[in-house]
């Protein structure tokens, strides 16, 4: 059975930082393709970063670059986003999610999702 776990929210102040981590149960992360995702409320969940399975390749949302950066930790079975920077508009439930060898770009395209961890960013 397929399982994502997100961990690594909280509240954290303007400018500052997390790293929100992705573990895996019942598979090997490194071949899926994994997305971060995020939705506040009222929104639609949008696409934040993916780092795909096959190539390495790396996505990141033009909201998020330069400021989050996503990597796998192959020993730990596990896909982290450092978060830093953090804006009051970031603030969401983040999840990941994993697909088959190439990121996806919408949500539709994700198969399995973890419960997702809450982000806050505020004074």
């Known amino acids: 059975q397929v399982q994502f776990v997100e961990s690594g929210g909280g509240l954290v102040q303007p400018g500052g930082s997390l790293r929100l981590s992705c573990a895996a149960s019942?598979?090997?992360?490194?071949?899926?393709?994994i997305g971060w995702f995020r939705q506040a409320p009222g929104k639609e969940r949008e696409g934040v970063s993916c780092?795909?399975?096959?190539?390495?390749?790396?996505y990141y949302a033009d909201s998020v670059k330069g400021r989050f950066t996503i990597s796998r930790g192959h020993a730990k079975n596990t896909v982290y986003l450092q978060m830093n920077n953090l804006k009051p508009e970031d603030a969401a439930v983040y999840y990941c999610?994993?697909?088959?060898?190439?990121?996806?770009?919408?949500?539709?395209?994700?198969?399995?999702w973890g419960q997702g961890t809450q982000v806050t960013v505020s004074p």
């Open positions: 780092i795909s399975s096959s190539d390495g390749m790396i």
């Open positions: 999610a994993g697909r088959g060898l190439f990121c996806g770009i919408s949500p539709d395209e994700y198969n399995d």
């Open positions: 019942g598979f090997i992360l490194d071949y899926y393709a």
